[in-house]
């Protein structure tokens, strides 16, 4: 019990440092626009990229660029980007159709995001707004899941995310981001970093790592802590993808530098196998280790949920309430689920 006690008591400071970090980030209203130039890269996205070339047609700012990376598609993604600028992929992977598209940019920013997002109309403007303001290399702009259907695992999955984001708005207002999303990322095109510092033998892991490169040269991320940046992702659709998104996600962790990512990455897989060997306890004496089991589940449970609530009302997110609880039983079963889904699978972003 005092074991269990003091893990509690460790999860609480740690997840309190993460909600003190997203109180702090305020809105910044700022009059000046920096240029951007919008980089997307393409492997077969023409179901999905109309969309998202409609909602930037639409922008109360105009992007000084539209470039459109091809990454060899089979379909009909070059056509239907033609009225923009349509570059082909010098190398292979999304890494390099970044990379390939950053070459290209002709402004001082480049803002990155996902063929088969929703960007509101309000997009370019916000972004611009904290380009001009900030004294750092790159923004991370807010990304949330947009439920596939209204169902209990959909909202896992938004709230899931959604307290991932958190965690990351937090690290970037202490000085140390180490985490983002290429769906809505802003960079200096002189500081975008070389080949090897992002770790191109690696399929995924283009924002991450471009992330911890800036932040070990001593060079600022900042949040953009803005809902009208925000940019609306849709979930994996089915449980299956969202285990193979997540092995995707989880086989780069191995590869962190970042102090923060790595501290944070042992102490979340700390104390979910610690839940797993409570819970295979229960299984074996379920009398003597009941109160001990619950202690730490329905412990863990709240915190996370104290901070989670949070993350969520500001993202403007509601889920059905039966959601919460399937969060805090597959919390712990993540981790063992997508290593070995990894173990199995090789990693590819399309």
């Known amino acids: 019990m005092i074991l269990i ?4 008591i460790i999860h609480a400071i740690v997840v309190g440092v993460w909600s003190r970090g ?28 109309p969309t998202l070339l409609s909602s930037l047609k639409d922008q109360t700012t105009k992007p000084f660029e539209i470039i459109i ?6 379909d009909l993604t070059k056509e239907i980007a033609s009225e923009f600028t349509v570059v082909n992929n010098y190398g292979i992977g999304k890494k390099e159709a970044i990379r390939t598209g950053i070459k290209h940019c002709k402004t001082k920013w480049a803002i990155t995001t996902d063929a088969d997002v929703k960007v509101p109309s309000t997009w370019i403007k916000s972004m611009s707004s904290a380009a001009s303001f900030t004294s750092g290399s790159a923004l991370i702009g807010p990304v949330k899941i947009m439920p596939h259907t209204n169902s209990i695992f959909s909202g896992v999955e938004c709230l899931d995310y959604a307290a991932l984001m958190g965690w990351s708005a937090s690290t970037a207002i202490y000085g140390n981001a180490a985490m983002g999303s290429a769906a809505n990322f802003a960079i200096k095109v002189s500081d975008y970093p070389n080949e090897d510092q992002i770790k191109p033998k690696i399929a995924s892991g283009d924002d991450v790592f471009a992330i911890h490169s800036l932040v070990s040269l001593g060079k600022k991320v900042f949040w953009v802590h803005d809902m009208q940046a925000c940019v609306e992702a849709e979930s994996a659709g089915s449980i299956k993808n969202w285990i193979r998104q997540r092995a995707r996600w989880g086989a780069k962790a191995k590869h962190y530098t970042n102090p923060e990512a790595v501290k944070t990455s042992y102490w979340i897989a700390t104390i979910g196998l610690t839940q797993l060997i409570t819970l295979g306890f229960l299984i074996a004496d379920f009398k003597s280790t009941i109160l001990a089991f619950s202690i730490l589940w329905l412990g863990r449970a709240a915190i996370d949920i104290i901070f989670t609530r949070k993350v969520a009302a500001w993202f403007q997110i509601s889920t059905p309430t039966l959601s919460w609880l399937l969060l805090a039983i597959t919390y712990p079963f993540q981790i063992p689920t997508v290593f070995i889904y990894s173990v199995f699978f090789k990693a590819k972003w399309r």
Not at 33 to 49: D, F, G, Q, R, Y
């Open 22 to 49: 997203f109180n702090l980030n305020n809105k910044v209203s700022n009059n000046s626009l920096e240029p951007l130039t919008v980089i997307i890269a393409c492997k077969n996205e023409e179901h999905s990229l």
């Open 69 to 74: 990376v091809d990454d060899h598609s089979t």
């Open 5 to 8: 006690t003091l893990i509690l």
